[in-house]
């Protein structure tokens, strides 16, 4: 109905459809096509000098460039293994040296200690709220990032307290990595 003389409508019968529950993420290495049908997804990526799209969009679709890069292995991705670190902290145990994930559960009263990152921070709040406050000399005011879609980012080697209950995730960024949210 939105595009009605897009090929791009088939390439989902031609994809594997995988189902998440709630905290699970896949990792897809660079020229893996993929699409979201519903749910709430955060993107992160390495970085990149482009965005390619395969159709159902109105933005420019390069079909040579699209079939260059593209890889069709046969595959079914797995979830990423996750590790318990400490009281509130999932991390994500990806292949990528460019990014790291982590998935912040806090009650009230929790705090968490966030270590020194060796690049920026982007903390996303997906439910509750928390107060956010960098530690050591020149420190950002405090914030506080409240509910669905409350973004916060902060400074490479600058330590934070996470104070609240809420649900999110920190982003510990080694490089030039981007931030795609869905």
């Known amino acids: ?27 897809l290495t660079a020229g893996v096509p993929h699409a979201y049908l519903q749910g709430t997804g955060v993107e992160i990526m390495a970085n990149s000098d482009n965005v390619l799209r395969g159709g159902l969009t109105p933005k420019h679709v ?3 460039e699209l079939l260059r890069v593209l890889r069709f292995d046969p595959a079914v991705p797995d979830p990423v293994p996750t590790r318990r670190e400490g009281r509130c902290e999932t991390r994500y ?11 912040l559960r806090m009650a ?6 966030g270590a020194d ?3 920026p921070e982007v903390l996303l709040c997906v439910e509750g709220g928390a107060r956010v406050e960098e530690d050591g000399p020149g420190a950002a005011p405090v914030v506080h990032v409240h509910g669905q879609g409350a973004v916060d980012q902060r400074r490479p080697r600058q330590g934070i307290s996470l104070t ?6 920190a982003d510990d ?10």
Request: avoid cysteine.
């Open 117 to 119: 990152r060796t690049g």
């Open 173 to 182: 960024f080694a490089g030039g990595a981007s931030v795609h949210l869905h």
């Open 164 to 169: 609240g209950r809420a649900v999110g995730g």
């Open 62 to 64: 390069d079909i040579p």
């Open 93 to 103: 145990l990806t292949p990528a040296a460019e990014f790291a994930l982590s998935a």
């Open 1 to 27: 109905r939105h595009y009605p003389d897009d090929i791009g409508i088939l390439s989902p019968a031609l994809m594997n459809v995988v189902r998440l529950e709630p905290g699970q993420a896949l990792f």
């Open 108 to 113: 009230p009263g929790d705090v968490f200690p």
